[in-house]
């Protein structure tokens, strides 16, 4: 049976689910507004650091480049201060890729491998990325490098040779390339601030273009969809030939309205020479300029090339010219057209033109009667044999024979050889003292030559005056008989 109930109670029991149901719907809205704000959150973060990203620039260390941030780039970082610059000494991948808006390698000396080209490649095609390559002279083949494998694919391709620049001004090394001419495309101009009319003629514009120093880089082939942005102008060798090359930036419409195509994949920009805008070359002529718009052109969507240099630019073919040098050393006889050889071989001989037979004998015999010479055999003629050495002839100059040294002079005393007796006496009288009798005696003797009359026992002073004392005897017994 049904339990009968209250008004009251039945009101009671409507304002409980009511308050309840109010509640519900107050914690609902709490939560639909938390979830809300974490989406928010969320999306910030990801905007925050999408635009951090875009501020990145990585500085790739990996392969082992010419020059780092620290060493040959300093310069080249506080040009870009208004970029994080990250330096990458890992692997390469598509993680850190992402991190940055522009890759930059300066002369890598090692080989990339199969999974970072394939990261770069991502990083171009997907994530509208920029990668900036500078070589040096010798191309690949002298870093040691396979980045043509990689650039192939966008029709950009490094050369292993060099540039030099014909004639001297300025730069004493001719690989340190002055170049007035070079750029090919006339918007990068008008990027860096040079004002002229950007379709008038080529030849107007020469004074009032960029010129850069381009030292010690090499030449690029381009093809589509790659366009050249620099050459090596008229002066330098090779003539005009590529020296940057972009890929991926759109050309404008040749109308004077901002009306441009944006990209939607990324950029690729390469230049062979990693020392443009080494410390030493980039304050040189507008090498600063140069990296300013480079660096705009591979960031900003909006920057656009001019659409008649970009699809007729003013390059020339690249032409080999054979080493001389080499092939003056191994010199070969020219190459001639010869006849169409017969299929009977002994044709190709002619018996005609040499022979060993009697035939003109006859007409031989019959010109000695024709010259009323008479007919005999030949004489046998003696030989005379000349000398093979011409004549003997007396020498001009007479001969040199050795002659012994001349004396040494310093050695021998002057005064004591040439002087008179007496003279020497003086001397060493005044030499002597008293207590020096016994060399004063010996001396006089040798002096007056008594020592040679005396043995070798005797010639002391004792056996000397004896023998003077005799010879007075002598001498005096002598003049008694007399």
């Known amino acids: 049976m049904p339990v009968a109930t209250s008004k009251s109670g039945l009101k009671d029991e409507f304002d409980i689910n009511t308050n309840s149901r109010s509640k519900n719907r107050k914690n609902n809205r709490e939560l639909d507004a938390d979830f809300q704000h974490d989406r928010l959150d969320l999306r910030d973060s990801e905007e925050q650091q999408k635009i ?18 620290t060493s040959g780039y300093k310069k080249f970082q506080r040009e870009l201060k208004s970029w994080k610059l990250i330096t990458n000494r890992d692997e390469i991948t598509l993680e850190r890729l992402v991190q940055a808006r522009i890759f930059i390698s300066v002369g890598p000396q090692k080989k990339f491998q199969s999974n970072e080209i394939e990261a770069l490649k991502r990083y171009i095609a997907h994530h509208n990325g920029s990668i900036f390559i500078m070589l040096s002279e010798g191309g690949e ?3 040691n490098t396979n980045l043509n494998f990689f650039l192939e694919e966008f029709g950009i391709n490094v050369n292993n040779d060099s540039i030099i620049r014909t004639t ?30 950007i379709y008038g003629e080529k030849s107007d514009q020469t004074s009032q273009s960029l010129q850069f120093v381009y030292p010690f880089g090499s030449t690029l082939n381009v093809q589509k969809p790659a366009t050249p942005l620099l050459s090596s102008g008229s002066i330098c060798f090779p003539i005009k030939r590529p020296l940057c090359a972009i890929y991926g930036c759109s050309s404008s419409t040749g109308s004077n309205s901002f009306g441009f195509k944006k990209s939607s994949q990324g950029k690729i920009c390469v230049l062979g ?17 140069l990296l300013e718009v480079l660096i705009k052109y591979l960031t900003d969507d909006n920057c656009y090339l001019d659409q008649i240099d970009s699809e007729d630019p003013d390059i020339n073919e690249y032409n080999d010219i054979p080493n001389i040098i080499n092939i003056s050393e191994r010199v070969k006889t020219c190459l001639q057209d010869s006849e169409e050889i017969p299929r009977d071989l002994t044709k190709l001989f002619d018996d005609e033109l040499f022979a060993l037979d009697m035939k003109n004998l006859p007409k031989v015999i019959r010109g000695f009667t024709d010259l009323k010479i008479k007919h005999e ?16 002839k ?4 007479p001969p040199r024979f050795y002659e012994p040294e001349a004396p040494l002079l310093e050695l021998f005393d002057l005064d004591e050889h040439f002087s008179s007796e007496n003279a020497r006496l003086a001397q060493l009288t005044n030499k002597c003292s008293d207590e020096d009798l016994e060399f004063y005696v010996r001396e006089c003797g040798e002096i007056l030559g008594v020592t040679r009359h005396l043995q070798q026992k005797e010639r002391d002073a004792k056996g000397i005056l004896a023998y003077i004392a005799s010879r007075i005897l002598e001498y005096k017994c002598l003049n008694v008989n007399s």
């Open 394 to 397: 007396p020498a001009i100059y």
């Open 52 to 69: 951090d990203s875009s501020l990145n620039i990585l500085f790739n260390q990996s392969k082992d480049e010419l020059f780092s941030l």
């Open 377 to 392: 055999p030949l004489p046998l003629i003696s030989p005379q044999f000349e000398t093979p050495l011409p004549p003997l």
């Open 273 to 289: 020479s990693s020392y443009m805008f080494h410390d030493s070359y980039i304050d040189k002529e507008e090498n600063r300029k």
């Open 168 to 197: 001297f001004y300025k730069y004493f090394n001719p690989k340190e390339a002055l170049i007035p001419d070079g750029v090919l495309n006339r918007a990068l101009s008008e990027m860096a601030g040079k004002n002229f009319d």
């Open 141 to 143: 083949a002298k870093l």
